[in-house]
């Protein structure tokens, strides 16, 4: 999966798959947006699914939004690297725009639940970082998914009830953030994000470029 990063020499890169995952209403889609809005050399997996639009999302932006039938359809023709039920809808990564994107040299984002993680995680583990974000309390976490105002009450209380169980999920991920303040978190997964970009074993150019440094004649 080379990408190349264009800063002086060209430098080809091992792309990587970021995942980001939280209980609803921790803050996840609000730090990947500006993650995407920074970083041109990320592309967001545009995740399908059977959900219905929330207010202001649109089709193709948020999500593609299907229903069952064609969810059913696109799992058997194996159009996903991974799919789950997540709060009594079903969600998936669609294959072939993730491996585009690698190809075409750039990274990808997911933002999705633990069960996404693990199947991605389990395809391919080199090239994939977790990150893990918690909210500072679960009141914290309530207050958020009611200010949203995008969802019903049963809606969220659905989601609050089973923030348990994604939260337990925490210690599968490489890294956890802690969105207290939004912009000291930000800042923390910028950091992550380029010191995994920069990681060795992501850097296909340095072998060759070492073996040219070492011919040299001084
Ligand atoms: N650090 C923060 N402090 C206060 N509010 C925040 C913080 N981070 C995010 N929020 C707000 O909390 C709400 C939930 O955030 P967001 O939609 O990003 O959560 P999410 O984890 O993606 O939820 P879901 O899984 O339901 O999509 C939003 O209104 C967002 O603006
Ligand atoms: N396993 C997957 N989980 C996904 C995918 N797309 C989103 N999600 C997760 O679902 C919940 C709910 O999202 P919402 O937009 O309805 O609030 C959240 O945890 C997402 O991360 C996916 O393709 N696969």
């Known amino acids: 999966m080379p990408n190349?990063?264009?800063?002086?020499?060209?430098r080809i890169k091992r792309g990587l798959m970021l995942i980001v995952s939280s209980p609803s209403g921790a803050g996840k889609t609000s730090l990947c947006r500006r993650l995407m809005a920074d970083h041109a050399d990320l592309d967001l997996s545009t995740s399908v699914t059977t959900r219905k639009p929330r207010p202001g999302e649109q089709e193709g932006r948020e999500y593609h939004f299907i229903d069952d039938a064609r969810m059913d359809k696109l799992v058997k023709e194996d159009a996903f690297l991974e799919h789950a039920a997540v709060h009594d809808h079903r969600y998936g990564s669609l294959r072939e725009?993730?491996?585009?994107?690698?190809?075409?040299?750039?990274?990808?984002?997911?933002?999705?639940d633990w069960q996404g993680a693990q199947r991605?995680?389990?395809k391919a583990p080199s090239d994939v970082v977790r990150i893990f974000i918690l909210p500072p309390s679960m009141v914290e976490l309530k207050r958020r998914l009611i200010a949203?105002?995008?969802d019903e009450m049963a809606v969220i209380e659905r989601r609050l009830?089973?923030?348990?169980?994604?939260?337990?999920?925490?210690?599968e991920y490489d890294y956890v953030i802690l969105n207290d303040d939004f912009d000291r978190s930000y800042a923390e997964?910028?950091?992550?994000?380029?010191?995994?970009v920069a990681r060795r074993s992501r850097g296909?150019?340095?072998?060759?470029?070492?073996?040219?440094?070492?011919s040299e004649t001084i």
């Open 120 to 122: 991605i995680s389990a």
């Open 161 to 171: 009830q089973r923030a348990k169980g994604e939260i337990s999920h925490w210690a």
């Open 189 to 196: 997964l910028v950091h992550i994000y380029h010191a995994e």
């Open 97 to 112: 725009p993730v491996e585009r994107a690698l190809s075409q040299g750039q990274n990808v984002l997911f933002d999705i």
């Open 148 to 150: 949203r105002a995008q």
């Open 204 to 214: 296909l150019w340095i072998a060759p470029f070492v073996d040219e440094l070492m």
């Open 4 to 10: 190349t990063e264009t800063t002086g020499t060209q």
